[in-house]
């Protein structure tokens, strides 16, 4: 299955400031899914990002608040803009992997804490 | 809408002591029911899928379970190493490559 690779694996930041989490995996893919856990919460997800046009964003994200950047087949990143403390959770980057028969592939996540 | 809600919210065992963990779901078009296991500061690592009511799917200590409602993660004979907390997510016609997921079952297995 594809390996992902996810920067940065923590930060702390500013409330009012502005983080972007990149996603590179070691494969190409068609589909990129960004998802947020918050704390002691489960996984749901932000957007789909195909290579070449507009990512596509669940209800209640907007591309405003998290931009998606989809360049090419192996990498993504995801923006977490004007950031609050309630935006304060962990972000993961996740890919399919052979057409999901195999359930899909994860990052390592990146923790946000928004101080 | 797509629903999946999995019990209990915790579990803690003994080693050696076998037990279930269910996940419950609602779902317009089943396309697949997956397991993940997380570690504290993880990513969710796949364990299994299940397509269709009646399929079963074994790793190790573990057997995946699936029925037109529910599926069952049955952990026999656990050791402290399977303590993590366990997710369950569904993937439906209506929701494209869309995941949904329950809340988890955090598991802790006592030496």
């Known amino acids: 299955s594809a390996v992902i690779s996810q920067k940065p694996s923590r930060d702390i930041c500013q409330r009012g400031t502005s983080l972007t989490i990149q996603c590179q995996v070691d494969?190409?893919?068609?589909?990129m899914f960004w998802y947020r856990q918050q704390p002691g919460q489960s996984l749901t997800l932000i957007a789909t990002?195909?290579?070449?046009?507009?990512?596509?964003?669940e209800s209640g994200f907007v591309i405003d608040k998290f931009p998606i950047s989809r360049p090419n087949l192996t990498f993504s990143t995801l923006t977490v803009s004007n950031m609050s403390p309630e935006d304060s959770s962990i972000y993961l980057c996740?890919?399919?992997?052979?057409?999901?028969?195999?359930?899909?592939?994860f990052g390592s996540g990146t923790r946000l804490t928004v101080v | 809408e797509d629903q999946v809600t999995q019990s209990p919210e915790a579990l803690r065992l003994q080693e050696g002591e076998s037990s279930s963990l269910n996940c419950s779901y609602t779902?317009?078009?089943?396309?697949?029911l997956f397991w993940y296991r997380q570690d504290p500061g993880k990513g969710p690592e796949f364990l299994f899928t299940?397509?269709?009511a009646g399929e079963e799917k074994e790793k190790e200590r573990l057997k995946a379970t699936l029925t037109k409602k529910e599926s069952f993660l049955h952990i026999t004979a656990p050791k402290p190493e399977d303590s993590a907390t366990y997710l369950c997510?569904?993937?439906?016609?209506?929701?494209?490559?869309?995941?949904?997921f329950g809340q988890g079952t955090r598991l802790t297995i006592n030496p």
């Open positions: 779902v317009s078009g089943l396309r697949g």
């Open positions: 299940l397509y269709s």
């Open positions: 997510a569904v993937r439906s016609r209506e929701g494209a490559q869309k995941l949904v």
């Open positions: 494969s190409q893919v068609t589909m």
């Open positions: 996740s890919v399919a992997a052979g057409q999901g028969a195999y359930g899909y592939t």
């Open positions: 990002a195909n290579q070449g046009s507009e990512a596509t964003y």
